[in-house]
């Protein structure tokens, strides 16, 4: 697919729209913040990996030479973004006396199981911050004279050494924001640890030799090294969630300058970055997206009432990325409703039309070229979704041609249509205490009492399957015979 349209994005660090221009002709180079694996991540964390995925996914249709690194961090994450409080995975595996390395690998695979279930691409990279620490003493070290000073409590960075500090947060430089408290000896209070040194008595499960001393390296510091050693200083855009433009970002931003010897953000390449982005949040009124209340919204919680993970990814390709979405169990059914009508439409074309045409055709063109628009304005999938929708309803056309046209699309959206079958949308809730034929052999009986007018007998089945966990959906225009409960 030849794209017409140019790819428009908004850059955080300009708060503008711009343009994406690659800094290596036909090459995209993107980073992305990964989790820290203390603990399964939420389903707004997924967010933040849903929109990168479509911004790859983008950057892939557009044609560019995608390569895409999302970090694994798995050391120096302090339960404050700021240099405040504990190491997030010290304390996980304290709490459930496992060693961090355990809990990390549980983690990790917890969070590459909900990246799969969610049809987002695999990086060309996952880069493990634990694997990188030489290079991060070594990145540490080039930077130290001019711009960092020891406490007792590890090497600081002088933010006061660089220019434009805190652009990106819009934050105030001098004063702080008020959030970031006090290490005593700080010379500034959002000057941030790059190496803490282990208290002299004490030791860490994680900890190497360094020259000041022996410690961890800070967090903000493994992603400036990952990113400019897989990527190259300046690589093309850096993504994660709307939280990380108020402290993790600008102090990578801060390393990336002192590294890189250049000057202030009025060249938003000096960042390190050429394009900053950041989804909005994932919200949730009751607080069950916090992962410290119990049970929380993790992509398994979903599952197990019986939605389809990728009806969650299409509730989030139906909000833009940099609006507030909210979650809801309604919004979710819908999503789910969604999808299941553009699966049951495209395995239609598909009995009609096996594989479908190489390429759309002129009918599409029209349309095909409204979804690289939408694509190409910063992301609009709520949009390009519509236009897929049309695509979809499209009267008196090659079925094979359709099919080409969807394939298109679903290579940016990733909902997986051409490959999803309905009854893989049908996930039973865990809740259901019958097993799928017991379900179906159910079914079967009420259709018939329900084709001999004898509602009674129906109702009775109707109710003998809700005490088992499964909601009947009578009168559903997609013929679904159930739903989560
Ligand atoms: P963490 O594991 O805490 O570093 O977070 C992983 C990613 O999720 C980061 O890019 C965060 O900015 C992002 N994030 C955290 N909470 C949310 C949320 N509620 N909605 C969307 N993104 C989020
Ligand atoms: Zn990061």
Redesign the pocket.
């Known amino acids: 697919m030849t794209a017409t349209t140019p790819l428009v994005l908004f850059n955080s660090l300009t708060r503008q729209l711009e343009p994406f221009e690659p800094v290596h002709p036909g090459e995209a180079r993107v980073y992305t ?4 694996v203390y603990n399964y ?2 389903i ?2 997924m ?2 990996y849903v929109f990168a995925d479509v911004l790859g996914r983008a950057l892939s249709h557009k044609g560019y030479a995608l390569t895409h690194v999302i970090n694994i ?1 798995d050391v120096g ?1 302090l339960t404050d973004d700021a240099d405040e409080g504990e190491d997030k995975m010290e304390r996980a595996a304290a709490a459930r006396a496992q060693s961090i390395w355990e809990v990390s690998r549980h983690y990790t695979e917890a969070y590459w199981a909900d990246i799969a279930a969610l049809n987002i691409r695999a990086p060309a990279h996952w880069s493990i911050a634990t694997d990188y620490v030489p290079q991060m003493i070594a990145f540490a070290q080039t930077i130290a004279a001019a711009h960092c000073y020891e406490l007792p409590s590890g090497l600081y960075f002088d933010v006061g050494s660089v220019a434009d500090y805190g652009r990106l947060a819009r934050a105030q430089t001098e004063e702080g924001s008020g959030r970031i408290d006090e290490v005593a000896g700080k010379r500034h209070p959002a000057d941030f640890a790059i190496w803490r040194r282990t208290p002299a008595g004490e030791s860490r499960q994680m900890e190497w030799d360094s020259p000041w001393g022996r410690g961890a390296p800070g967090w903000h510091l493994e992603c400036s090294v990952m990113s400019g050693q897989l990527l190259g200083f300046p690589f093309d855009i850096h993504t ?5 433009r108020e402290i993790h970002h600008p102090n990578e931003i801060a390393q990336n300058q002192a590294f890189c010897c250049t000057g202030g953000l009025d060249l938003p390449a000096n960042s390190g970055a050429r394009m900053w982005l950041h ?5 949730e009124r009751s607080g069950k ?1 916090s992962k410290s209340s119990g049970e929380f919204l993790r992509l398994q919680l979903l599952i197990d009432r019986g939605y389809h993970p990728l009806a969650y990814r299409m509730m989030c390709l139906q909000a833009q990325y940099r609006s507030e979405l909210e979650f809801s169990w309604d919004g979710l059914g819908a999503a789910l409703t969604r999808l299941k009508r553009l699966v049951m439409a495209v395995g239609q074309l598909r009995d009609r039309a096996g594989d479908g045409a190489d390429r759309p055709g002129p009918r599409f063109a029209d349309a095909l070229a409204r979804f690289d628009a939408a694509i190409g304005d910063d992301l609009n999938t709520p949009v390009a979704l519509t236009v897929l929708d049309e695509i979809v309803a499209m009267k008196k056309v090659d079925p094979g041609e359709k099919l080409a046209a969807i394939r298109v699309v679903d290579a940016v959206l990733g909902l997986g249509l051409l490959t999803l079958g309905r009854v893989e949308l049908r996930l039973r809730p865990k809740a259901a205490v019958m097993d799928d034929s017991a379900i179906a052999a159910v079914l079967e009986q009420r259709r018939a009492a329900r084709a001999d007018k004898d509602f009674a007998r129906s109702d009775a089945l109707r109710d003998e399957l809700a005490r088992a966990g499964v909601e009947v959906m009578d009168g559903d225009p997609l013929e679904w015979d159930w739903t989560p409960a």
């Not at 994660?240 to 990380?244: A, E, F, K, L, P």
């Open positions: 913040c990964g989790p820290t991540p939420h707004g964390n967010r933040a961090t994450h994660g969630g709307i939280d990380h989804n909005n949040f994932l919200v997206m």
